[in-house]
């Protein structure tokens, strides 16, 4: 069974720094895709970014990216130039390509950016 | 506008009362799903529907019944709700995923459910 892992609970930085998420997962499979989404104080859930398992080239999306690394079953955010309103919880998650399209999500990190 | 939809946003409830959270989407997806989301726990699934009339469990389905009669609507029934299910729940859809690319899951505002 697939699992995801998200060794931080939770994290504070100062406005306008880099911070690193970090996210491992484990699985048998080969073809999957792998989610970073975001849930404000709104508890709404934001999709952040999305990386394909057999593209090479790691995913960007303005100031978020991430350092994929399929063979070491890695997959961190990167957050430039952080804002307060990227205080979130942020949730790694995978999904198998095939039939059932089960989705599986980390627990979460909780992330604080400081004034 | 796209959206998912949920009703209700909140509900408080006694054990046993049985009780339906409705989920509707405009967006003609295939993927339909319902999660929990507890502290420290994360989001887990409750079940998915890949069309109409097909419904498989999740990670966490007891206690917990759907029904998909039709493409925008997947609600979630609790016949005979516990304390246990006190929790935030999240219905999400997306396009199939048997196909690339693949799919962000658009999520509804959530349904905070406390059951005493």
């Known amino acids: 069974a697939q699992t995801v892992t998200q060794s931080q609970p939770e994290m504070s930085v100062q406005e306008a720094e880099t911070v690193t998420l970090s996210c491992t997962y484990d699985?048998?499979?080969?073809?999957?895709?792998l989610f970073w989404y975001k849930q404000p104080p709104s508890r709404q859930m934001i999709l952040v970014i999305r990386q394909e398992a057999y593209k090479q080239q790691n995913a960007t999306e303005n100031r978020f990216s991430v350092n994929f690394q399929k063979a070491a079953k890695s997959f961190s955010l990167k957050i430039s130039d952080s804002q307060l309103g990227d205080t979130a919880m942020y949730f790694c998650a995978f999904m198998k390509r095939g039939r059932d399209d089960k989705i599986i999500f980390g627990k979460g990190t909780r992330l604080h950016i400081l004034p | 506008e796209a959206q998912v939809t949920q009703n209700p946003r909140y509900l408080i409830t006694v054990t046993g009362k049985k009780l339906t959270v409705t989920c509707s989407q405009n967006?003609?997806?295939?993927?339909m799903s319902w999660y929990r989301q507890d502290p420290g726990l994360g989001l887990r699934q409750i079940y998915y529907s890949m069309n109409v009339e097909v419904t498989d469990k999740g990670d966490v389905p007891e206690g917990y019944k759907v029904s998909r009669k039709e493409k925008r609507n997947f609600p979630l029934i609790l016949e005979s709700p516990s304390p246990n299910q006190t929790s935030l729940y999240f219905c999400a859809s997306s396009l199939s995923g048997h196909t690339d690319p693949a799919y962000e899951q658009y999520f509804g505002p959530g349904t905070r459910l406390t059951v005493t």
């Open positions: 699985t048998s499979e080969n073809n999957y895709y």
């Open positions: 967006m003609n997806h295939e993927y």
